[in-house]
């Protein structure tokens, strides 16, 4: 069973889902900040492959990127250090990326490389629900990669069944309509939407993304889903003086203690 | 064959929506109404006396004396840059700034480059009372100055992005960040066709008035509304879309598509996308793009900020795929002496960018005396400085420095445009001195 479906099998609370740029804030640390976050307790983790445009992106984000990808990150860097992840790690790992770095690597070449490492599934925020359902789902499927699609406040009910129906792991809910890191916290309108989505009984967990923090946002998240996903918080926080480590287990605490 | 978008938003293989989930309703709810919108009698009469009364339409199509005797050709100029705030961008956001009104949207955002697309959005915003943002390189704040402060006086929000190299492509980006951030109040007048689907085959329509004139003013003028080649300068590709889009299906007639090659393609410095790029996605569109072997979208160069673009419409990419429109590449240099040629000429300044459609008279073969329509996109008032230097740079040396192919009267001309400081005397009217009747 793909590690995805035993992680929400086990837990289906208070979730922390933990998402980081490879090639940040160093250009080797990519290894060694997922083992440090499975140490410190993340139950997942989401590894962004660096674009030269991620357009759905905050400042945060758009930096990270742009810093990792001048010190030399790739998609094939990547990959090969990753290689022999498993290893040690046992949470579940999913790669997030642009479409066009996936498309110019090779959608298949990448499917099968991710399943021999060893990666549960992916988050490609500009690949649409129907292209994945036409062109690529055979594909995914055939080697056990678990795609995660977004829904926002905007996505309609039809639409939201659609991506229940595609979905083998999880939803992404996006709190509000932003890019990332641009909201902290949550107004009446967020709320009212995490009860919509809660009152819709999905057959596929929920985890709650974008304006993730701090404790209370995350307790708040999780009151309405499965959890939570926490990127551009855990991106500034790696900024901060310490070493890697103190700064992970920093970090980790002030959101679960 | 069939150039039009399918009901899927492809052309061939190029085109479709690969935007977030955030953006999906918007873009969605608008490829559900745009056509039902553009073809109602309101709204197409709306339009129409706007380009009309506004903007000035139609445009001339100017036949050039000068450069068909240089060029032993016929060559015809339609006149874009005559339009209201000087270039063919006009014609989409007068377009556009319906669509909005119909959409019920009170916030417009747009991005730009040289400022022309900017300009334009800003006037149609100051005309319907609308609030606009427009989000502008910080490199092209730079370089177009007086742009942005018609953008300023007439009320918009100038924007200037940090991220990236900051030029287009980068207030792009930033431009659809901000619609994510306020997709329920804002409209995005995308300022080519570019951009998910809708986008490009909206902005297409809105061009093709400047073909569907050239039919019947050519008609006026040759007898025939076919010419034998029409010639367009191409960044995203709106001014050479519309100005293609009544003959694509007509065969017979050449279309010509020109790049920016910047610093030419050897030197990595181009914006020349079809010869340096491969397939992509950029903004939402796949298409043919520059970029790494790691798939990062590459940083293109070109002095006109206008074609300093790493992406090309997907209709341009499947024309190009499909052999229907010929596309050439222009180096700044080459830009920046057809537009002097031009200047000395007809005495018409044209836009830098519109100056690489000029520059393919030579560096294209024609038949002798073939019919040459070439849509001269907008005018060069914002690209004073960069003619400056380049005089500065050319100071002892002849400004028109190429060859005509097959002017016997070469010598001629070459000695009647040279510099003050050469010898020779100067003459700079088009008929060799004042016209007295
Ligand atoms: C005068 C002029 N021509 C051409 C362009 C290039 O755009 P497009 O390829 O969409 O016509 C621009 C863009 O700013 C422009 O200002």
Redesign the interface.
């Known amino acids: 069973m793909n590690r995805i479906n035993e992680l929400f099998q086990s837990k289906n609370k208070n979730i922390l889902s933990v998402y980081f740029t490879a090639g940040y804030p160093e250009a080797e640390t990519t290894v060694e900040i997922i083992k440090e976050l499975e140490a410190n307790g993340a139950d997942m983790i989401e590894i962004g492959i660096p674009f030269s445009d991620p357009l759905a992106d905050g400042p945060v984000i758009q930096q990270s990127s742009q810093q990792a990808l001048a010190q030399g990150m790739s998609l094939k860097k990547l990959l090969s250090e990753l290689t022999s992840i498993r290893q040690n790690v046992k949470i579940p790992l999913l790669l997030m990326g642009y479409f066009n770095v996936i498309l110019h690597f090779g959608v298949e070449n990448f499917c099968k490389a991710l399943e021999k490492i060893g990666i549960d599934g992916v988050i490609i925020p500009d690949l649409p629900l129907e292209v994945y359902e036409n062109s690529y789902a055979k594909l995914f499927q055939k080697h056990g990669i678990i795609p995660v699609f977004l829904i926002t406040p905007g996505t309609d009910e039809t639409r939201i069944r659609k991506t229940e129906t595609l979905s083998k792991g999880f939803i992404y809910m996006v709190s509000s309509a932003s890019t990332t890191g641009t909201k902290s916290g949550f107004d009446h309108s967020s709320i009212d939407y995490f009860k919509r989505i809660a009152g819709m009984s999905l057959k596929v967990p929920v985890l709650t993304g974008f304006g993730i923090s701090n404790k209370s946002t995350f307790e708040q998240a999780s009151q309405y889903s499965s959890g939570a996903i926490v990127g551009s918080a855990f991106i500034k926080a790696l900024d901060k003086p310490g070493s890697l480590s103190e700064r992970i287990q920093g970090f980790m605490r002030q959101l679960r203690n | 064959m069939d150039y039009q978008v399918n009901n899927n938003g492809y052309y061939g293989k190029f085109g ?7 953006l ?3 873009v969605k709810h608008l490829e559900a109404n745009y056509l039902k919108i553009m073809q109602s009698a309101s709204f197409k009469n709306e339009f129409t006396e706007l380009l009309k009364h506004y903007v000035g339409r139609p445009s001339p199509l100017y036949f050039s004396n000068r450069l068909s005797e240089r060029y032993q050709l016929n060559v015809y100029l339609k006149r874009e840059d005559l339009n209201h705030t000087g270039s063919h961008k006009i014609n989409n956001t007068i377009g556009q700034i319906l669509m909005a009104r119909h959409l019920g949207k009170k916030r417009i955002i747009a991005e730009t480059g040289a400022g022309q697309h900017g300009v334009a959005t800003a006037t149609v915003c100051a005309r319907e009372g609308l609030e606009c943002i427009v989000f502008m390189g910080a490199t092209d704040v730079a370089r177009q100055q007086p742009n942005v402060e018609k953008m300023e006086m007439l009320g918009a929000t100038v924007i200037p992005v940090q ?2 190299n900051k030029t287009l ?1 980068d207030a792009t ?1 930033e431009a ?2 901000d619609w ?5 109040e804002t409209h995005y007048i995308i300022g080519s066709v570019v951009g998910p689907h809708p986008y490009p085959d909206m902005v297409a329509r809105f061009q093709s008035v400047i073909s569907a004139e050239m039919k019947t003013q050519l008609r006026e003028q040759t007898g025939s509304p076919l010419p034998d080649t029409i010639i367009a300068c191409v960044g995203g590709g709106s001014n050479a879309a519309g100005a293609f889009y009544h003959y694509l299906n007509e065969p017979k007639v050449r279309l010509i598509a020109v790049e920016a090659d910047g610093k030419g393609l050897e030197t990595g410095q181009t914006a020349a996308t079809i010869a340096a790029g ?7 569109s796949m298409t043919l793009l520059m ?1 790494t ?5 590459i940083e293109p160069y070109s002095l006109s900020a206008g074609l300093d673009y790493p992406g090309i419409g997907p209709l341009h990419a499947h024309l190009y795929d499909a052999k229907r429109v010929e596309f050439l590449r222009a180096t700044d240099n080459e830009a920046l002496e057809a537009a002097f040629e031009l200047t000395r000429f007809e005495g018409i300044i044209p836009a830098l960018e519109s100056a690489h459609a000029l520059a393919a008279l030579k560096k294209g073969t024609f038949k002798p005396n073939e019919t040459v329509v070439i849509n001269l996109s907008g005018r060069g008032d914002k690209d004073m400085e960069a003619y400056r230097n380049f005089m500065k740079s050319q100071k002892d040396k002849n400004l028109l420095l190429h060859k005509p192919i097959s002017n016997p009267n070469a010598e001629v001309y070459t000695r009647g445009f040279s510099f003050p400081n050469n010898s020779q005397p100067l003459d700079l009217s088009p008929m060799g001195g004042l016209f007295v009747p």
């Open positions: 479709g929506a690969f935007v977030p989930e955030m999906y309703p918007n991220s990236g492509k980006n659809i960040r994510i951030n306020h997709p329920d491969s397939v992509g996605i950029i903004h939402g970029q072997n790691d798939g990062q979208i």
